[in-house]
């Protein structure tokens, strides 16, 4: 097990390996370790969970656990579930792929291909300010960033339909 890993007392090891999962997962993708614990045991509880619960079988802070239920909301990753008499929010894991991939490109993919597209542009005014612009080894690398930016905007939506559901 490794040593940030949820307490073996507080939950199954199964549940532990599938947060570690998650975890992994996060962290390829550039996402803070505390999404990918959180989402994980969302996705292997069984019941509905309170932001309470999740703090204490994480071991995470309220900030984190906050925070970061707030923003896999926005990724559309986790939705609430209304549990009748109890009037707490309750979380579930979003498991379906169609969803879930369209959260992620919109908040994240699309804004760091646009940021990336900008990058480029700045790139290219300074080397056409230099002179550079013209046949060069540089201008080449630019048209080649250019290409791989439209190249990736126009497969998000193939991707998403790839693993939707």
Known sequence: MKPDAPSPDSLPEWRVAMIELFVGGAQLIGLPKSLGQIYGYLYSAVEPATMDQVIV????????ASQGLKFLRQLGAVKTQLIIGD????????VRSKKLMGGFIREKLTPALEDGAERVGFIRE?????????DSVQKDQVVKLETWNKKLKMALPLIQKVLGE
């Open 57 to 64: 079988d994480l071991g995470i802070s309220k900030g984190s």
């Open 87 to 94: 009037r707490r929010d309750h979380f579930v894991a979003e």
């Open 126 to 134: 300074l080397l056409a300010q230099e002179g550079l612009m013209g």
